[in-house]
């Protein structure tokens, strides 16, 4: 929440309500009768009208509605009166019919975002004519989950050249095919719009073909996000020719897209070209580890990608080995590396953690649920001692026990540039603590160090002896500002042991609210963090 507008104080508002009563004690004591909040998402209240009495003299730069709001049309009228600049509304179904008519007579917003609006092709009408008169200053609009058809594309494709000003368009998880994705594109080749989502729509190898003729065309798109469209390894192929002559796309995401080792072929052969492409995201697709192996060949001809993303595309060793060599090469310039959800296995983390050891240029690895084991976060912990550049490794839910955790911490003994480390859902107990406990002693570099939810698969948790070391730890660390230790055997009784030092330390899991709650029983407000 943020401060802007400043209004003199108003004593003459007499809420009525307990909800508006509750709103008022809140603003008593934070003293911001003068600066209303900046960022106001409406969530909890049940009489939103009646709170708006309170701030009527008061402009909203940024209203935020969701579903649990009674949004009508008469309260929506109200919202718009605050001349938002920033509005997103979610999940409000009531105003599908009136909406559209009332949004388009607010001037002022530069970012609108919409969604789970079940709008007819009447309404998106209705918003296109708002871009033609009075939208010219939008320079973000969302229409997610919006019921948007082929037939609501023609309305759209007229407007969005009268955007003068638009960067950001979102029209993901509608109908829209391919044929009402070449209106929205053909009004887009000459126009501002720099980043473009339309994931969730029904695009298929079809809607690929159009796709590759705007990526052609255009020389502003710099993002590119067209996860579960269904594109297949022939829409690749048709995209892949595409990349080759575009000069602007810096990120493309294709999650989901049920692409396979035969359509990584023409498009790593493609990324070898490639100048600008800077984020590539492949996620939950089907390479497999012959996939990897080809676009692993183009990794070490690529000079401009720096974040990958496989995530969930079942490569096992032959893959991550392929990777690995990549990764390994001397003018290797891959900064973030995500392998979530993949086969690796203890003999893969081994491959890997050798090309750790004498990489220079990755700053974030994930290899979380990829079964590394003892085995492998151990060959890990090896390559950590001797690497000078990762910034964050995330190591959560790979059967990792003490003997692994033990190993990780005589790493961060030696370790000078790891910054956060996750090992949440491991099977880590107090002997693993302690280990870890000794590293963190003379660790200097690691902020953040996550041991939370330890005793997957296995009756193993951090208890206090364990808890009691890494106190000790801290007393003469001044590096780790957050740890948590949430989920295992330790209850609140235990924070005292984290009584002295800077360290943020989690032992029980905070409700949002809760305080807020406990305040209102016993009649005194001392924060906010769940009231709007």
């Not at 989502?197 to 255009?218: C, D, R, W, Y």
């Not at 590539?280 to 183009?298: I, P, V, Y």
């Not at 974040?307 to 991550?320: E, H, T």
């Not at 995330?394 to 005589?410: P, R, S, T, Y």
């Amino acid at each position: 929440m943020g401060a802007t507008n400043s209004t003199s104080r108003s004593n003459s508002v007499s809420p009525a309500s307990p909800t508006a009563r509750y709103a008022h004690d809140v603003l008593n004591f934070l003293e911001i009768w003068e600066n209303i909040f900046q960022y106001l998402p409406l969530k909890s209240l049940c009489k939103a009208a009646q709170v708006c009495r309170l701030f009527s003299e008061v402009s909203w730069p940024y209203i935020s509605v969701d579903g649990s709001v009674p949004l009508d049309e008469a309260l929506l009228r109200y919202f718009l009166s605050k001349k938002p600049q920033d509005l997103r509304i979610c999940n409000c179904r009531k105003i599908g019919n009136v909406g559209p008519a009332i949004l388009i007579s607010c001037p002022n917003v530069a970012r609108l975002r919409i969604q789970g609006v079940p709008f007819s092709s009447v309404g998106i009408e209705h918003i296109a004519r708002g871009f033609l008169s009075l939208y010219a200053r939008v320079s973000e609009f969302s229409l997610r989950d919006c019921n948007i058809t082929d037939e609501a594309c023609h309305a759209l494709a007229e407007c969005l050249p009268h955007a003068r000003n638009l960067v950001t368009l979102n029209l993901s998880d509608n109908n829209i095919t391919h044929e009402g994705l070449a209106l929205i594109l053909d009004a887009l080749v000459n126009s501002t719009v720099t980043h473009l989502t339309i994931s969730g729509n029904p695009l298929q190898e079809a809607g690929a073909q159009v796709l590759a003729s705007f990526l052609k065309k255009t020389t502003k798109l710099q993002m590119l996000k067209a996860d579960l469209v269904q594109l297949g390894s022939s829409g690749l192929d048709r995209i892949s020719s595409a990349l080759r002559t575009n000069k602007s796309l810096k990120a493309l995401h294709l999650a989901e897209n049920n692409i396979d080792a035969r359509g990584m072929v023409s498009f790593a052969d493609a990324l070898s070209d490639i100048t600008t492409l800077v984020h590539l995201d492949l996620h939950a697709n089907n390479m497999e580890s012959e996939g990897a192996m080809t676009l692993a060949k183009a990794l070490k001809c690529n000079r401009t990608l720096r974040i990958l993303n496989l995530w969930d595309n079942r490569i096992g060793c032959p893959g991550i080995t392929a990777i690995s060599t990549a990764l390994s090469m001397p003018d290797c310039i891959l900064t973030d590396l995500n392998m979530k959800f993949n086969g690796l296995g203890p003999e893969g983390a081994v491959v890997l953690a050798r090309a750790l050891a004498t990489n220079t240029s990755l700053l974030n690895l994930n290899l979380s649920y990829c079964y590394v084991g003892d085995v492998g976060s151990t060959a890990i912990g090896v390559g950590l001692e001797t690497n000078k550049i990762l910034r964050y490794l995330d190591l959560e839910n790979n059967e990792i026990g003490d003997f692994g955790a033990v190993k990780l911490g005589q790493a961060l003994m030696r370790n000078s540039t790891l910054r956060k480390l996750t090992l949440s859902n491991n099977r880590v107990g107090d002997t693993g603590a302690i280990g870890l406990a000794g590293g963190l002693v003379t660790n200097t570099s690691l902020c953040e160090l996550d041991l939370s939810g330890m005793g997957k698969g296995a009756n193993k948790l951090i208890g206090p002896s364990g808890a009691g070391k890494l106190a000790e730890a801290l007393r003469s660390n001044s590096a780790l500002k957050t740890l948590k230790l949430e989920r295992n055997y330790l209850t609140s009784e235990h924070e005292r042991l984290f009584r002295c030092g800077s360290c943020d330390v989690s032992i029980v899991r905070k409700k949002v609210g809760s305080v807020v709650r406990k305040n209102r029983r016993n009649g005194r407000v001392e924060a906010l963090t769940a009231v709007f």
